[in-house]
């Protein structure tokens, strides 16, 4: 999961303005919010660097995807046009928006989910060689239960999430002792995994001394 910084449109505050009653789950479904979703959803994703703001994997088939909510309409009405509220999934049936939706999570149980917005997702986050998102240990009881229902919410420990981790982790180790920052692997064409990136150059040291052993 990434840390995403968001700065909300002119043309979405103009057509929200044009909603007669915003506060409502129907609100996503007005004409006029209607004729900017899919400029809506290409900023978003421009946003969020074209990456899912849950897995991090690259977008792909970009006019497919849709807008998720956050926190579920049924549940949080109020904020079905709050563009903190609003983020671009990939289209995995098995994790992200797909697997959040189908989650049984109640109202009361969103607070121990990280917002991408409002948490900082690393801080909460590590990884290990076998490609597994974790909790870092360092954690507080609370915390480590949002890390813990995060993972679980999002299944961010899918199965294809894993392996992917696993080779970006085995066909970058012998990097680690040449490159010292995220640019360096962007100019290297490795621009999705932000998180894993960032914990690979922060325990290069380590991972160097195991793959030496």
């Not at 999705?192 to 052993?213: G, P």
Request: hydrophobic share 35%.
């Amino acid at each position: 999961m990434i840390k995403i910084k968001k700065e909300e449109p002119d043309f979405f505050k103009k057509a929200k303005r044009k909603v007669k009653s915003p506060n409502i789950s129907k609100a996503w479904e007005d004409e006029n919010i209607k004729q900017i979703k899919s400029q809506l959803r290409e900023y978003i994703i421009s946003e969020q660097k074209f990456l899912c703001a849950y897995c991090e994997r690259k977008l792909e088939n970009l006019t497919n995807l849709s807008i998720d909510h956050f926190k579920k309409r049924n549940l949080f009405p109020d904020l079905t046009l709050d563009y903190n509220n609003l983020f671009v999934s990939c289209d995995s049936a098995t994790h992200c928006e797909r697997h959040k939706d189908s989650f049984s999570i109640n109202k009361e149980e969103f607070k121990y989910l990280i917002h991408p917005v409002f948490n900082n997702p690393e801080y909460f986050f590590e990884y290990d060689l076998t490609g597994h998102i974790l909790p870092k240990d360092d954690l507080s009881e609370f915390n480590k239960k949002k890390a813990d229902f995060t993972i679980k919410a999002f299944n961010l420990n899918d199965k294809s999430l894993i392996e992917d981790r696993k080779k970006l982790i085995e066909g970058l180790i012998y990097t680690l002792e040449v490159f010292n920052k995220i640019e360096d692997y962007i100019d290297y064409g490795i621009d999705f995994y932000f998180s894993l990136l960032n914990w690979l150059l922060n325990n290069k040291r380590r991972i160097i001394e195991n793959s030496r052993n």
